[in-house]
């Protein structure tokens, strides 16, 4: 499935988590590249212009985003992001393991698209990440 053919853009430093959502998609028939960023640091350079991001139609078609990371934490990407004119309107999910209150308003607060935390258990998560997919790829109507 592969109807929005922009990219993914997996902020994740968790080695095994990446490689649990690489393997989800591919699951569910998701073929459009991924790009992984293992910090928030480098999410920020793929995204945003004064950061050396990528030109306009260079973004992903959404950005699943997790929150504890190294060097700039997901809550800080996403404040970031919806300040910036050109990703502003970009769709953000965080998808994480935080199961802390806070984290949930903030991220609503800051502008997340949604708020997903990651199942334990590996096949209600390809079930989470394929409805991700059918969703933001394929249902979402993103703004022109």
Known sequence: ?????????????????????LMALEQSNILNEVVVAEDGEKALELLLPDNGGAPDNELPAVVLLDLNM?????????????????????????????????????????????YIRKPVDFENFVEAVRQLGLYWLVLNEPPS
């Open 1 to 21: 499935m592969e109807v929005d053919n922009r990219h993914i853009l997996l902020v994740e430093d968790n080695p095994d988590d990446i490689e649990l959502t």
């Open 70 to 114: 190294p060097k700039v934490g997901g809550l800080e990407v996403l404040r970031r992001v919806r300040k910036n004119e050109r990703t502003r309107k970009l769709p953000v999910v965080i998808l994480t393991s935080s199961k802390e209150d806070q984290d949930i308003i903030r991220g609503y607060e800051l502008g997340a698209n949604s």
